[in-house]
């Protein structure tokens, strides 16, 4: 495969064989202090995981055509996240398709808010209590002197924050929403301002457009995962570059972009 960038290329070298139809995926070990999770197989057989503890890997980006694996994706990450207390790390739910994919979890002890229907008022309370619950947090860690979560579990290991983690199933529907453009910049202040609180992000859409994805949103994206697109401008609204359009047509097989490392992989499947 071939991946242009800036005018240059970048060549992958992959195995094309078939994927056997069914590997075993075992999530990783979830540590205390981390967020593992799982991204998939490399088509090389690697189980290939992020830690979203990490200062580094934050917030995540997740882009392809309608069933592609984009949900399935998600409701894996989910269920990593479920391996850990609730008082490591809480989830806020945004499910734009009426809750269809997301509202299983939202009776678990891990869950704080959700917002399933964009046609009503509920996705700007959940957003605004998420910019209280970022002022607070920076407010308590100004005082005690340090200035992210890390330093202040580590200082304070009686009185542990947990992560945050917001959860959005199509974000075009978020912006198009009820007042959409107010909508998208709060979620883009809360991004930018909310890493140091502990918030971290998993945003998907089936359509990757720049109507859709802004560039400010996206330059805030540290991890990217592209699932077959529709053509080459949709594969750059997720990766920047082309090469999700010349994926194959297999459920779960995406790019995943972590730094500047492309790799294939085929994503879990959660079930």
């Known amino acids: 495969m071939e991946i242009g960038t800036n005018g240059r290329k970048v060549v992958l070298e992959v195995y094309r064989g078939e994927m056997p139809k069914k590997v075993k995926y075992e999530y990783p070990e979830q540590k ?7 991204i998939g197989l490399s088509i090389t057989g690697e189980r290939v995981a992020l830690d979203m503890a990490s200062d ?47 509202s299983q979890w939202e009776d ?9 229907d964009p046609a009503k008022p ?6 605004t209590m998420i910019q209280a619950h970022i002022k607070d947090t920076m407010s308590e860690f100004k005082k005690a002197g340090v200035r992210k979560i890390s330093e ?3 200082k304070f290991p009686d009185q542990k924050k947990n992560h945050l983690v917001i959860i959005v199933d199509e974000y075009a529907e978020l912006k198009n929403s009820r007042d959409g453009s107010e909508m998208e910049e709060i979620m883009r202040s809360i991004l930018m301002i909310g890493r140091a609180a502990g918030i971290r992000a998993i945003i998907a859409t ?3 457009t720049v109507d859709s994805i802004s560039g400010s949103l996206k330059a805030l994206m540290t991890d990217r995962l592209a699932f077959a697109c529709a053509d080459k401008l949709n594969s ?13 047509n297999v459920p779960g097989r995406a790019i995943f972009l972590t730094g500047s490392k492309f790799q294939e992989v085929q994503v879990a499947y959660y079930s």
């Open 56 to 102: 580094s890997h934050c917030y995540m980006l997740v882009g392809g055509n309608p069933g592609t694996g984009k949900s399935v994706f998600l409701n894996g990450a989910i269920a990593s996240l479920m391996q850990y207390p609730p008082e490591q790390v809480r989830i806020v739910l945004i499910d734009m398709k009426l809750g269809v994919e997301l």
């Open 236 to 248: 750059r609204v997720i990766l920047d570059t082309d090469g999700a359009e010349k994926l194959e």
């Open 32 to 38: 205390e202090n981390s967020l593992l999770i799982p």
């Open 206 to 208: 089936q359509r990757p």
């Open 122 to 127: 509920e996705l700007k309370h959940v957003l």
């Open 152 to 154: 202040w579990n580590e």
């Open 108 to 116: 678990y002890p891990h869950t704080w808010l959700t917002a399933y």
